[in-house]
Protein backbone atom coordinates (compact mmCIF):
# COMPACT_ATOMS: atom_id res chain seq x y z
CA UNK A 1 0.00 0.00 0.00
CA UNK A 2 0.93 3.19 -0.71
CA UNK A 3 3.08 5.16 1.90
CA UNK A 4 1.48 8.42 1.81
CA UNK A 5 -2.16 6.39 1.64
CA UNK A 6 -1.66 4.84 4.95
CA UNK A 7 -0.36 7.69 6.52
CA UNK A 8 -3.71 9.45 5.79
CA UNK A 9 -6.11 6.34 6.73
CA UNK A 10 -3.97 6.46 9.74
CA UNK A 11 -4.43 10.15 10.47
CA UNK A 12 -8.74 9.50 9.31
CA UNK A 13 -8.71 6.64 11.78
CA UNK A 14 -7.12 8.35 14.33
CA UNK A 15 -9.42 11.50 14.09
CA UNK A 16 -12.61 8.85 14.57
CA UNK A 17 -11.28 7.39 17.54
CA UNK A 18 -10.41 10.65 18.97
CA UNK A 19 -14.24 12.16 18.26
CA UNK A 20 -16.28 9.34 18.51
CA UNK A 21 -16.90 9.68 22.83
CA UNK A 22 -18.24 13.00 22.25
CA UNK A 23 -20.37 11.96 19.60
CA UNK A 24 -21.70 8.54 20.51
CA UNK A 25 -23.45 7.11 23.18
CA UNK A 26 -22.78 4.28 26.22
CA UNK A 27 -23.74 1.39 24.18
CA UNK A 28 -21.77 2.60 20.65
CA UNK A 29 -18.73 3.24 23.25
CA UNK A 30 -18.91 -0.78 24.23
CA UNK A 31 -19.12 -2.04 20.73
CA UNK A 32 -16.07 0.44 20.04
CA UNK A 33 -14.04 -1.13 23.26
CA UNK A 34 -14.81 -4.68 21.71
CA UNK A 35 -13.59 -4.11 19.07
CA UNK A 36 -10.99 -2.53 19.78
CA UNK A 37 -9.60 -5.08 22.12
CA UNK A 38 -10.09 -7.48 19.43
CA UNK A 39 -8.45 -5.30 16.90
CA UNK A 40 -5.24 -5.54 19.19
CA UNK A 41 -5.66 -9.46 19.56
CA UNK A 42 -5.68 -9.72 15.89
CA UNK A 43 -2.71 -7.59 15.99
CA UNK A 44 -0.84 -9.27 18.39
CA UNK A 45 -1.53 -12.61 16.86
CA UNK A 46 -0.37 -11.69 13.39
CA UNK A 47 3.03 -9.93 15.25
CA UNK A 48 3.77 -13.53 16.14
CA UNK A 49 2.72 -15.17 12.28
CA UNK A 50 5.45 -12.75 10.84
CA UNK A 51 8.03 -15.55 12.46
CA UNK A 52 5.91 -18.59 11.18
CA UNK A 53 4.83 -19.36 14.20
CA UNK A 54 1.11 -19.87 14.20
CA UNK A 55 -0.30 -19.56 17.63
CA UNK A 56 -3.75 -20.64 19.69
CA UNK A 57 -3.45 -19.58 22.72
CA UNK A 58 -4.45 -15.96 22.49
CA UNK A 59 -7.41 -16.77 25.15
CA UNK A 60 -5.01 -18.44 27.39
CA UNK A 61 -2.25 -15.83 27.83
CA UNK A 62 -5.43 -12.87 27.70
CA UNK A 63 -7.94 -15.05 30.22
CA UNK A 64 -4.12 -15.07 32.75
CA UNK A 65 -4.14 -10.96 32.30
CA UNK A 66 -7.60 -10.76 33.48
CA UNK A 67 -7.20 -12.74 36.44
CA UNK A 68 -3.95 -11.47 37.47
CA UNK A 69 -5.55 -7.72 37.66
CA UNK A 70 -8.14 -8.87 39.21
CA UNK A 71 -6.67 -11.16 42.01
CA UNK A 72 -3.71 -7.96 42.02
CA UNK A 73 -6.33 -5.62 43.07
CA UNK A 74 -8.43 -8.41 45.65
CA UNK A 75 -5.75 -10.28 47.04
CA UNK A 76 -2.59 -7.79 47.01
CA UNK A 77 -4.71 -4.89 47.25
CA UNK A 78 -3.28 -3.15 44.19
CA UNK A 79 -4.76 0.05 42.88
CA UNK A 80 -6.45 -0.74 39.81
CA UNK A 81 -4.50 1.35 37.76
CA UNK A 82 -1.31 -0.15 38.87
CA UNK A 83 -2.67 -3.87 37.98
CA UNK A 84 -3.34 -3.56 34.28
CA UNK A 85 0.33 -3.32 33.70
CA UNK A 86 0.88 -5.79 36.55
CA UNK A 87 -1.47 -8.06 34.34
CA UNK A 88 0.91 -7.23 31.18
CA UNK A 89 3.94 -8.24 33.57
CA UNK A 90 2.36 -11.80 34.66
CA UNK A 91 1.65 -12.56 31.10
CA UNK A 92 4.63 -11.63 30.13
CA UNK A 93 6.48 -13.59 32.35
CA UNK A 94 4.74 -16.85 32.44
CA UNK A 95 5.28 -16.49 28.27
CA UNK A 96 9.09 -16.13 29.26
CA UNK A 97 9.03 -19.28 31.19
CA UNK A 98 7.13 -21.68 28.94
CA UNK A 99 8.79 -19.97 25.89
CA UNK A 100 12.06 -21.95 26.54
CA UNK A 101 9.91 -25.42 26.09
CA UNK A 102 7.93 -24.89 23.49
CA UNK A 103 9.47 -22.25 21.51
CA UNK A 104 12.01 -24.98 20.21
CA UNK A 105 8.61 -26.55 18.60
CA UNK A 106 7.32 -25.98 15.03
CA UNK A 107 5.02 -25.58 13.00
CA UNK A 108 1.23 -27.86 13.95
CA UNK A 109 3.72 -28.89 17.44
CA UNK A 110 3.67 -25.29 18.28
CA UNK A 111 0.09 -24.90 17.46
CA UNK A 112 -1.36 -27.79 19.55
CA UNK A 113 0.60 -27.00 22.28
CA UNK A 114 0.00 -23.44 22.90
CA UNK A 115 -4.15 -24.72 22.13
CA UNK A 116 -3.50 -26.96 25.05
CA UNK A 117 -1.96 -24.45 27.03
CA UNK A 118 -4.54 -22.47 27.16
CA UNK A 119 -6.65 -24.78 28.20
CA UNK A 120 -4.61 -25.72 30.62
CA UNK A 121 -4.91 -22.18 32.26
CA UNK A 122 -8.24 -22.29 32.26
CA UNK A 123 -8.85 -25.64 34.05
CA UNK A 124 -5.94 -24.50 36.45
CA UNK A 125 -8.11 -21.37 37.57
CA UNK A 126 -11.42 -23.14 37.52
CA UNK A 127 -10.27 -25.26 40.06
CA UNK A 128 -8.22 -22.72 42.54
CA UNK A 129 -11.57 -22.43 44.35
CA UNK A 130 -10.21 -20.53 47.44
CA UNK A 131 -8.08 -18.11 45.02
CA UNK A 132 -9.38 -17.65 42.12
CA UNK A 133 -13.43 -18.16 42.77
CA UNK A 134 -13.49 -21.40 41.24
CA UNK A 135 -15.82 -21.72 37.98
CA UNK A 136 -17.91 -18.51 39.89
CA UNK A 137 -15.08 -16.61 39.37
CA UNK A 138 -14.71 -13.16 40.90
CA UNK A 139 -16.03 -9.80 41.37
CA UNK A 140 -14.34 -6.25 42.05
CA UNK A 141 -16.59 -4.35 44.34
CA UNK A 142 -16.20 -1.43 41.88
CA UNK A 143 -15.37 -1.02 37.91
CA UNK A 144 -12.52 1.13 37.43
CA UNK A 145 -13.39 4.82 35.91
CA UNK A 146 -16.39 4.43 37.77
CA UNK A 147 -18.09 2.47 35.09
CA UNK A 148 -17.83 5.96 32.88
CA UNK A 149 -18.23 4.99 29.28
CA UNK A 150 -16.28 7.68 27.94
CA UNK A 151 -13.34 6.80 30.46
CA UNK A 152 -13.39 3.36 29.46
CA UNK A 153 -13.30 3.76 26.05
CA UNK A 154 -10.17 5.56 26.62
CA UNK A 155 -8.52 2.44 28.68
CA UNK A 156 -9.29 0.52 25.35
CA UNK A 157 -7.86 2.92 23.48
CA UNK A 158 -4.71 3.23 25.61
CA UNK A 159 -4.10 -1.03 24.74
CA UNK A 160 -4.65 -0.69 21.40
CA UNK A 161 -2.04 2.08 20.88
CA UNK A 162 0.11 -0.09 22.94
CA UNK A 163 -0.15 -2.96 20.17
CA UNK A 164 -0.21 -0.72 17.06
CA UNK A 165 2.73 0.62 18.87
CA UNK A 166 4.76 -2.89 18.97
CA UNK A 167 3.51 -4.08 15.29
CA UNK A 168 5.02 -0.44 14.46
CA UNK A 169 8.52 -1.27 16.08
CA UNK A 170 8.07 -5.18 14.80
CA UNK A 171 7.76 -3.72 10.74
CA UNK A 172 10.28 -1.04 11.25
CA UNK A 173 13.50 -2.37 12.73
CA UNK A 174 15.81 -5.39 12.79
CA UNK A 175 13.31 -7.33 14.54
CA UNK A 176 11.52 -7.10 11.28
CA UNK A 177 14.20 -8.51 9.07
CA UNK A 178 14.91 -11.40 11.40
CA UNK A 179 11.46 -12.67 11.91
CA UNK A 180 10.63 -12.64 8.12
CA UNK A 181 13.94 -14.28 7.25
CA UNK A 182 12.66 -16.78 10.00
CA UNK A 183 9.86 -17.73 8.25
CA UNK A 184 11.03 -17.81 5.11
CA UNK A 185 13.91 -20.53 5.92
CA UNK A 186 15.45 -21.28 9.20
CA UNK A 187 18.42 -22.81 7.82
CA UNK A 188 19.22 -19.83 6.25
CA UNK A 189 18.70 -17.35 9.10
CA UNK A 190 20.19 -19.43 10.64
CA UNK A 191 23.80 -19.11 8.65
CA UNK A 192 23.44 -15.49 7.55
CA UNK A 193 23.76 -14.97 11.57
CA UNK A 194 20.24 -14.66 13.05
CA UNK A 195 19.58 -16.09 16.70
CA UNK A 196 16.45 -17.63 15.85
CA UNK A 197 15.56 -18.33 19.49
CA UNK A 198 16.39 -15.37 21.13
CA UNK A 199 14.04 -13.66 18.35
CA UNK A 200 11.08 -15.53 18.93
CA UNK A 201 11.08 -15.41 22.26
CA UNK A 202 10.93 -11.98 21.71
CA UNK A 203 8.19 -12.00 19.85
CA UNK A 204 6.26 -14.70 22.07
CA UNK A 205 6.79 -12.50 25.37
CA UNK A 206 5.67 -9.36 24.03
CA UNK A 207 2.93 -10.18 21.95
CA UNK A 208 2.04 -12.23 25.20
CA UNK A 209 2.66 -9.22 27.67
CA UNK A 210 0.13 -6.84 25.32
CA UNK A 211 -2.36 -9.96 25.58
CA UNK A 212 -2.31 -10.07 29.47
CA UNK A 213 -2.45 -6.06 29.17
CA UNK A 214 -5.95 -6.40 27.01
CA UNK A 215 -7.03 -9.48 29.48
CA UNK A 216 -6.45 -6.79 32.60
CA UNK A 217 -8.47 -3.64 30.50
CA UNK A 218 -11.12 -6.40 29.58
CA UNK A 219 -11.88 -7.56 33.01
CA UNK A 220 -11.62 -4.41 34.78
CA UNK A 221 -14.24 -2.50 31.95
CA UNK A 222 -16.83 -5.22 33.22
CA UNK A 223 -15.62 -5.62 37.02
CA UNK A 224 -15.45 -9.11 37.23
CA UNK A 225 -13.92 -12.41 35.49
CA UNK A 226 -14.98 -16.05 35.12
CA UNK A 227 -12.78 -19.03 33.89
CA UNK A 228 -15.82 -19.23 31.06
CA UNK A 229 -15.72 -15.55 30.02
CA UNK A 230 -11.92 -14.49 30.00
CA UNK A 231 -10.74 -17.76 28.20
CA UNK A 232 -13.37 -17.90 26.01
CA UNK A 233 -12.41 -19.32 22.58
CA UNK A 234 -13.99 -15.60 21.14
CA UNK A 235 -10.56 -14.81 22.01
CA UNK A 236 -8.57 -16.81 19.33
CA UNK A 237 -10.71 -17.37 16.81
CA UNK A 238 -12.32 -13.50 16.03
CA UNK A 239 -8.84 -12.17 16.25
CA UNK A 240 -7.19 -15.12 13.96
CA UNK A 241 -10.83 -14.42 11.37
CA UNK A 242 -10.02 -10.61 11.80
CA UNK A 243 -5.93 -10.76 10.66
CA UNK A 244 -6.72 -13.57 8.10
CA UNK A 245 -9.55 -11.50 6.49
CA UNK A 246 -7.85 -8.39 6.16
CA UNK A 247 -4.23 -9.62 5.78
CA UNK A 248 -1.16 -10.99 7.72
CA UNK A 249 2.13 -10.13 7.75
CA UNK A 250 1.26 -6.33 8.61
CA UNK A 251 -0.76 -3.81 10.57
CA UNK A 252 -3.26 -2.21 8.23
CA UNK A 253 -4.07 -5.88 7.33
CA UNK A 254 -5.54 -7.38 11.11
CA UNK A 255 -6.78 -3.60 12.00
CA UNK A 256 -8.93 -3.38 8.25
CA UNK A 257 -10.36 -7.20 9.34
CA UNK A 258 -11.07 -6.18 13.13
CA UNK A 259 -13.21 -2.92 11.72
CA UNK A 260 -15.15 -5.23 9.48
CA UNK A 261 -15.28 -8.34 10.89
CA UNK A 262 -15.49 -6.82 14.54
CA UNK A 263 -18.47 -4.70 13.94
CA UNK A 264 -20.39 -8.00 12.13
CA UNK A 265 -19.68 -10.02 15.22
CA UNK A 266 -21.89 -7.56 17.49
CA UNK A 267 -24.54 -8.69 15.08
CA UNK A 268 -23.78 -12.33 14.98
CA UNK A 269 -24.21 -12.50 18.72
CA UNK A 270 -27.09 -10.68 18.31
CA UNK A 271 -28.41 -13.14 15.65
CA UNK A 272 -26.33 -16.37 16.29
CA UNK A 273 -25.60 -16.90 20.15
CA UNK A 274 -24.46 -19.68 20.21
CA UNK A 275 -23.51 -20.10 16.91
CA UNK A 276 -21.58 -17.63 15.86
CA UNK A 277 -18.24 -19.24 16.65
CA UNK A 278 -19.27 -21.53 13.45
CA UNK A 279 -19.41 -18.32 11.34
CA UNK A 280 -16.18 -17.29 12.06
CA UNK A 281 -14.78 -21.12 11.64
CA UNK A 282 -15.78 -20.48 7.97
CA UNK A 283 -14.63 -16.75 7.83
CA UNK A 284 -11.33 -18.70 8.32
CA UNK A 285 -11.76 -21.60 5.84
CA UNK A 286 -13.11 -19.34 3.15
CA UNK A 287 -10.05 -17.06 3.35
CA UNK A 288 -7.59 -19.43 3.28
CA UNK A 289 -9.04 -21.38 0.53
CA UNK A 290 -9.66 -18.60 -2.12
CA UNK A 291 -7.65 -15.57 0.03
CA UNK A 292 -4.67 -16.38 1.54
CA UNK A 293 -3.45 -12.89 1.50
CA UNK A 294 -7.06 -11.19 2.59
CA UNK A 295 -8.40 -8.49 1.84
CA UNK A 296 -4.96 -6.26 1.66
CA UNK A 297 -3.26 -8.60 -0.65
CA UNK A 298 -6.19 -8.51 -3.13
CA UNK A 299 -5.95 -4.77 -3.17
CA UNK A 300 -2.60 -4.54 -3.59
CA UNK A 301 -2.65 -7.07 -6.59
CA UNK A 302 -5.37 -5.35 -8.23
CA UNK A 303 -3.41 -1.84 -7.88
CA UNK A 304 -0.24 -3.56 -9.45
CA UNK A 305 -1.70 -3.51 -13.16
CA UNK A 306 -3.09 0.18 -12.92
CA UNK A 307 0.56 1.06 -11.45
CA UNK A 308 2.09 -0.46 -14.35
CA UNK A 309 -0.31 1.61 -16.61
CA UNK A 310 0.29 4.90 -15.29
CA UNK A 311 4.35 4.31 -14.90
Not at 91 to 98: E, K, R, T
Request: glycine share 10%; proline share 4%.
Amino acid sequence: MNRNLSRALAALALSAAVALPALAGAYPLQVARNVMIYMALAVTWDMLLRSGQISFGIAGLFGLGAYAAVLGVLRAGMPAWLSIPFAALFSGLVALLIGFFILRLRAMYFSIVTLALAEIFRIVIHNLHDFTGGPEGVVLQGVIAGGDAGKLYWLALAGLAAALAASWWFENSRIHFALTAIRNNETSAKSSGVDIFRWLLVAFVVTSSIQGLLGGIYAHSFGFATPESVFDANFTLLPLAMALLGGIHSTVGPVLGAVLLGLAAEWLKLKLPYGHLVVYGVIIIVVILFMPQGLLGMARKAARPAERRTA
